[in-house]
């Protein structure tokens, strides 16, 4: 079973950059598509950026594209999600999820990371 855990949130100011880490435990994890998503408070959860198993098919939500760069490690079991440009609109709590591909949600999640940004 594999497990996650975020890290790398905190309080940046508006135009800064942050760098969130998803670290997994179980060897199932490099065969995994891996989610990161956001709940900003009072709203739904929203995706936000997603990558394959081997790391060459990404995708983005609209509102982070060509800001946010997912990226994963899997000698490392890591997935990244570097931040540019952030705006108080980007402050939420990230989450990061796995699948398998054949699976149509994702089963696994993190316990999120708090990201602030501060105008």
């Known amino acids: 079973q594999v497990q996650l855990v975020e890290s790398g949130g905190g309080l940046v100011q508006a135009g800064g950059s942050l760098r969130l880490s998803c670290a997994a435990s179980?060897?199932?994890?490099?065969?995994?598509?891996v989610g990161w998503f956001r709940r900003a408070p009072g709203k739904e959860r929203e995706f936000v950026a997603s990558i394959s198993w081997s790391g060459d098919s990404t995708r983005y939500a609209d509102s982070v594209k060509g800001r946010f760069t997912i990226s994963r490690d899997n000698a490392k079991n890591t997935v990244y999600l570097q931040m540019i440009s952030l705006t108080p609109e980007d402050t939420a709590v990230y989450y990061c999820?796995?699948?398998?591909?054949?699976?149509?949600?994702?089963?696994?999640w993190g316990q999120g990371t708090q990201v602030t940004v501060s105008s």
């Open positions: 999820a796995a699948r398998i591909p054949v699976a149509a949600t994702y089963n696994i």
């Open positions: 179980g060897r199932a994890f490099s065969s995994s598509i």
